[in-house]
């Protein structure tokens, strides 16, 4: 344990040195150290900008993350347990696999406003076919022998999704959330940059106007280090928990 | 008393991909009544899993029927043994064995049953840690614990060790012999199959049809005297030209 963190931090002191070093190549407007990036990020904090910016952006993450989770989640299992049906919607879900974020992003502004349903509303059409994708995979993968044992058993229902397909299904759900996490922060930066008054997204923005590359690289800090913790304190302890009956 | 009447007209596979529409089983009827403990033994692959699937209710696609009554109990309970052991990995042995019980059902017997199959010190373990045999006795245990009206087994005890198998066989006939209960038990091994049952039916080629009901009349004190079950299984074989010791 003790060895694992020692790498990892030696591996993040190697990164910060390789950025100090190219900075000192740079002029500090394109490529700020990494102490003057670590004081906007201080000065930020202190203002209060940063956490009701961060604030709003893991709101609108969060939320569409879960109705996602849930509906790509249902749909899949749905599209997996019935065969006829997953042939009919197979070629709508590769459009909606093809359809670019950004396309997604200005219908959503240009048909609902740019209003916050909008907004979440666009995420969620993003981040959906990549769910259903994976779950409908899982489920097309469930062991047919422990079906049977619970057919036989008489499991019911409920208890044959609590214990037989629900364990079976989450190292699919884990993926599903680990790349959804991943991408759907992304989206929900390039929609408050496009149509909201507040977030990370429209923060950026605003720096990217005005040039300030510090601030740019302070957010995005801040932003790794929560997507860090929720991997390290959520994500992690679940899989570990759930898998611990694997030798 | 419970009474199990199979009468089942045919069953066929259908076509898929290279392999052709497949007859299986072709106008097999028995019944069995009260607290019978019945063999079935036939050619490898003539149908015995399919025939048990039927009527464990996991395969009601067929023509015929199958009736199960257990005097005006209007439901039934059937335990099936699989010829792999199907326990739910992430559960362990003991959480495997309670998961069959109906909800709010509690069965003091299950550490009765742990002990009695040697499975005690693996109660908390889960089915990755265990050998197959282990596996293989916790699913027996699982199937004598819900207390069953109807028995299915198919090839229970393949790999176990001889001691062990003799001493899971001993309480099955003991579970048997305290309750009324039907057995249909599927081996490949005549010798077992007459140490232990009442009524031998032996099965034809695919598509499996009854060839002979065979009575065993010895009585079951008599039958630990391996003299005399050499002879019953000489008279046997001489009588029935089909029958081999070994199927």
Same mark, same amino acid.
């Given at each position: #344990?003790?060895?694992?963190?020692?790498?990892?931090?030696?591996?993040?002191?190697?990164?910060?040195?390789? &950025?100090?070093?190219?900075?000192?190549?740079?002029?500090?407007?394109?490529?700020?150290?990494?102490?003057?990036?670590?004081?906007?990020?201080?000065?930020?904090?202190?203002?209060?900008?940063?956490?009701?910016?961060?604030?709003?952006?893991?709101?609108?993450?969060?939320?569409?993350?879960?109705?996602?989770?849930?509906?790509?989640?249902?749909?899949?299992?749905?599209?997996?347990?019935?065969?006829?049906?997953?042939?009919?919607?197979?070629?709508?879900?590769?459009?909606?696999?093809?359809?670019?974020?950004?396309?997604?992003?200005?219908?959503?502004?240009? &048909?609902?406003?740019?209003?916050?349903?909008?907004?979440?509303?666009?995420?969620?059409?993003?981040?959906?076919?990549?769910?259903?994708?994976?779950?409908?995979?899982?489920?097309?993968?469930?062991?047919?022998?422990?079906?049977? #044992?619970?057919?036989?058993?008489?499991?019911?229902?409920?208890?044959?999704?609590?214990?037989?397909?629900?364990?079976?299904?989450?190292?699919?759900?884990?993926?599903?959330?680990?790349?959804?996490?991943?991408?759907?922060?992304?989206?929900?930066?390039?929609?408050?940059?496009?149509?909201?008054?507040?977030? #990370?997204?429209?923060?950026?923005?605003?720096?990217?106007?005005?040039?300030?590359?510090?601030?740019?690289?302070?957010?995005?800090?801040?932003?790794?280090?929560?997507?860090?913790?929720?991997?390290?304190?959520?994500?992690?302890?679940?899989?570990?928990?759930?898998?611990? &009956?694997?030798? | 008393?419970?009474?199990? +009447?199979? +009468?089942?007209?045919?069953?066929?596979?259908?076509?898929?991909?290279?392999?052709?529409?497949?007859?299986?089983?072709?106008?097999?009827?028995?019944?069995? !009544?009260?607290?019978?403990?019945?063999?079935?033994?036939?050619?490898?692959?003539?149908?015995?899993?399919?025939?048990? *699937?039927?009527?464990?209710?996991?395969?009601?696609?067929?023509?015929?029927?199958?009736?199960?009554?257990?005097?005006?109990?209007?439901?039934?309970?059937?335990?099936?043994?699989?010829?792999?052991?199907?326990?739910?990995?992430?559960?362990?042995?003991?959480? *495997?064995?309670?998961?069959?019980?109906?909800?709010?059902?509690?069965?003091?017997?299950?550490?009765?049953?742990?002990?009695?199959?040697?499975?005690?010190?693996?109660?908390?373990?889960?089915?990755?840690?265990?050998?197959?045999?282990?596996?293989? =006795?916790?699913?027996?245990?699982?199937?004598?614990?819900?207390?069953?009206?109807?028995?299915?087994? +198919?090839?229970?005890?393949?790999?176990?060790?001889?001691? !062990?198998?003799?001493?899971?066989?001993?309480?099955?006939?003991?579970?048997?012999?305290?309750?009324?209960?039907?057995?249909?038990?599927? !081996?490949?091994?005549? =010798?077992?199959?007459?140490?232990?049952?009442?009524?031998?039916?032996?099965?034809?080629?695919?598509?499996?049809?009854?060839?002979?009901?065979?009575?065993?009349?010895?009585?079951?004190?008599?039958?630990?005297?391996?003299?005399?079950?050499?002879?019953?299984?000489?008279?046997?074989?001489?009588?029935?030209?089909?029958?081999?010791?070994?199927?």
């Amino acid at each position: #344990m003790h060895l694992k963190l020692l790498v990892s931090t030696a591996s993040m002191m190697l990164l910060i040195a390789i &950025w100090q070093l190219c900075s000192w190549g740079f002029d500090s407007s394109l490529l700020p150290p990494p102490f003057l990036v670590t004081q906007a990020l201080i000065a930020e904090i202190e203002s209060g900008e940063l956490p009701y910016h961060l604030g709003v952006t893991l709101a609108r993450l969060g939320i569409s993350f879960f109705l996602a989770m849930i509906l790509g989640t249902a749909l899949g299992i749905f599209l997996g347990r019935h065969q006829k049906v997953d042939r009919f919607f197979d070629g709508w879900l590769v459009i909606f696999l093809n359809i670019p974020a950004l396309v997604t992003i200005i219908l959503c502004f240009v &048909w609902f406003g740019l209003v916050e349903t909008a907004a979440i509303l666009a995420v969620v059409v993003n981040k959906l076919p990549n769910v259903v994708v994976t779950l409908r995979e899982g489920t097309r993968a469930l062991n047919r022998d422990l079906m049977e #044992m619970g057919q036989a058993y008489r499991f019911g229902t409920i208890r044959t999704l609590r214990h037989i397909i629900w364990p079976q299904l989450f190292p699919f759900v884990m993926a599903a959330s680990r790349t959804g996490l991943a991408l759907i922060w992304k989206i929900v930066l390039v929609v408050e940059l496009l149509g909201r008054s507040n977030g #990370m997204g429209y923060q950026l923005h605003l720096f990217f106007q005005l040039f300030d590359v510090s601030r740019i690289l302070a957010y995005t800090i801040a932003f790794i280090i929560i997507i860090q913790l929720i991997e390290a304190t959520i994500l992690k302890p679940l899989e570990v928990r759930s898998q611990r &009956w694997r030798r | 008393m419970t009474h199990l +009447d199979v +009468d089942i007209r045919g069953k066929t596979y259908p076509k898929v991909g290279k392999s052709e529409r497949r007859h299986v089983i072709e106008n097999l009827k028995f019944s069995l !009544t009260e607290n019978q403990f019945v063999c079935l033994v036939g050619p490898s692959g003539c149908g015995k899993t399919t025939l048990l *699937n039927i009527v464990g209710g996991l395969d009601n696609d067929f023509e015929g029927h199958i009736k199960i009554n257990r005097d005006r109990k209007p439901d039934p309970t059937i335990a099936y043994v699989f010829q792999n052991p199907r326990l739910l990995p992430w559960r362990t042995a003991r959480e *495997n064995i309670e998961l069959a019980l109906q909800p709010g059902e509690t069965n003091e017997q299950i550490d009765i049953l742990l002990k009695a199959m040697g499975l005690a010190d693996v109660a908390h373990a889960y089915p990755e840690r265990l050998s197959l045999g282990m596996s293989r =006795r916790v699913a027996l245990a699982r199937a004598f614990a819900i207390q069953p009206d109807l028995l299915i087994m +198919d090839e229970p005890f393949v790999s176990l060790d001889p001691s !062990t198998a003799g001493r899971v066989r001993r309480l099955l006939l003991e579970i048997w012999e305290q309750r009324p209960l039907i057995v249909l038990f599927v !081996t490949h091994d005549l =010798r077992e199959a007459i140490a232990l049952s009442d009524r031998v039916l032996v099965l034809s080629e695919s598509p499996m049809t009854l060839v002979h009901d065979i009575p065993v009349n010895i009585p079951r004190a008599q039958r630990g005297d391996s003299d005399k079950m050499e002879i019953f299984l000489k008279n046997l074989v001489a009588e029935y030209s089909e029958i081999k010791t070994k199927f």
